[in-house]
């Protein structure tokens, strides 16, 4: 039989995981795979010699993996939806246009707000990131404007979308979770988002500015795009096809589907590119230009199957360890014993948002960091009359925005290869996702912003 893990059990394996991904990530500038994978072999030993048996370790490191699949088959598509829109000409097309209205001085602001409309009307931040996020992205690079402050606003807009849409899964699923209605949820936040939102647009509109931005070279982005593909309005309806599927709520596999196959007919019918072994070979390999200008090269020479392994891998090592935490207990064991002697409401909420970002930490999974906490503190909201809205905006703001923050978090490892900027990068350029959990500990640590958070009329 199994033994129940105890607290300082809990901590010995909390403080093991932490150390050596500080050490390994942060120090040694390791890519956090082998870290992870260190980190998940010592983890399964500890709760060896802990007394759990090898069957309940192999059965919660599946279990972690389970919960792999859903994130890994979107990844894929995606990655083959980018290769398929490079192939169309819908990137090229929004490139060439977007040039024409995008400001370069004022590029930060102008990428937040294009990319919070559309993950308004989709719900995604990986759709928005992989589609609008990725032309914004070349354009960036094509008028020398700084990659990090390019994915940080991109991401800003994308996760702002992700956070209040109701089309949006999570924003869905953290009030499912507290017990609320979704659109009591929306208001809510809009306590903490709206402050995030105009102290991040502040923060990019004051930023400095390139003056040595080349836009002489536009012109010749514009003529290499023009010679290298059918430039045509045609090539926009794959993605708003999507656009169209994420508003009727349709699944986003099926979503993702329908932007591949309508992305395959606008290259039959608008690039003339009929060829059925060069399709499969770019959704497998990503799409690969005959263009001279290396900068155009660079923005379009992306996508397919294998872009996304090194994404797959990590979250696959990721949500192994995510599995041995939540089911061998430690991750109960732990939260548990600190919620026990805390007396004042402010610090039960103040818990749920550390809560939240811990498991995060050490799982790299949104749901898991908004359901574990969820799960744990929802009776304690009830025992002690705190607004169930409260739990729920709470989980959102330090689960869902906080897992682009990661590394080896499935939005973090995402985000980084799709826009070719890594996490520690562009993490000082997003303050949106940082600002969020402050401002949501603010309102329960500031006494004239308690009333709110706490229900406390």
């Not at 102008?110 to 914004?136: D, E, P």
């Not at 010679?227 to 099926?254: M, N, R």
């Not at 200008?293 to 996304?308: D, F, K, P």
Request: some cysteine; charged content about 10%.
């Amino acid at each position: 039989m199994d033994r129940q893990l105890s607290f300082s059990k809990s901590i010995i394996l909390i403080v093991f995981i932490l150390t050596l991904l500080f050490v390994s990530i942060f120090l040694f500038k390791a890519e956090p795979h082998i870290p992870l994978l260190a980190t998940t072999v010592g983890t399964a030993t500890l709760l060896r010699l802990f007394g759990l048996s090898w069957t309940k370790i192999e059965s919660a490191i599946i279990k972690g993996i389970q919960t792999a699949i859903m994130p890994i088959l979107i990844l894929s598509l995606i990655g083959i939806l980018i290769a398929v829109w490079m192939m169309s000409g819908t990137v090229p097309t929004i490139l060439y246009y977007g040039m024409d209205y995008i400001d370069p001085n004022y590029f930060a602001v102008s990428a937040l707000y294009v990319t919070i409309v559309v993950s308004m009307f989709t719900g995604s931040s990986f759709t928005t990131v992989s589609t609008v996020g990725v032309a914004l992205m070349g354009i960036a690079i094509s008028t020398g404007i700084s990659p990090t402050m390019a994915a940080g606003a991109i991401i800003c807009g994308a996760c702002f979308g992700d956070k209040m849409s109701p089309l949006s899964d999570t924003t869905n699923f953290a009030p499912a979770v507290a017990g609320i209605s979704l659109f009591t949820h929306i208001r809510n936040m809009v306590y903490t988002t709206l402050p995030a939102l105009v102290v991040t647009t502040v923060f990019f509109l004051l930023a400095p500015k390139n003056n040595t931005l080349d836009l002489t070279s536009l012109q010749e982005i514009k003529l290499a795009l023009k010679d290298g593909f059918q430039i045509h309005w045609l090539t926009l309806l794959s993605p708003l096809a999507v656009i169209a599927c994420s508003i009727k709520k349709i699944p986003i596999l099926p979503t993702l589907v329908v932007g591949i196959v309508s992305g395959l007919l606008v290259t039959a019918l608008i690039q003339n590119q009929t060829a059925i072994d060069i399709w499969f070979s770019v959704m497998q390999s990503g799409y690969k230009s005959t263009i001279a200008n290396e900068t155009v090269a660079l923005i379009v020479n992306r996508g397919g199957l294998q872009s996304m392994m090194w994404s797959v891998s990590l979250i696959l090592i990721a949500l192994s360890l995510g599995g041995l935490l939540q089911h061998c207990g430690v991750i109960e064991a732990f939260f548990h014993k600190i919620i026990q002697p805390l007396k004042r409401d402010s610090s039960i909420v103040l818990m749920t948002g550390a809560s939240s970002i811990a498991v995060n930490g050490m799982t790299g999974e949104q749901y898991l960091s908004i359901l574990l906490p969820g799960q744990m503190f929802k009776d304690e909201y009830t025992r002690r009359g705190i607004p169930a809205k409260t739990l729920s905006r709470t989980l959102e703001d330090c689960g869902t925005l906080v897992n682009p923050l990661i590394p080896w978090g499935v939005s973090g490892a995402f985000f980084a290869v799709t826009l070719g900027v890594p996490v520690i990068e562009y993490a000082p350029y997003a303050p949106f996702l940082w600002l969020s959990p402050l401002f949501t500990f603010a309102y329960v640590l500031i006494p004239r912003l308690q009333r709110n958070s706490l229900g406390k009329e």
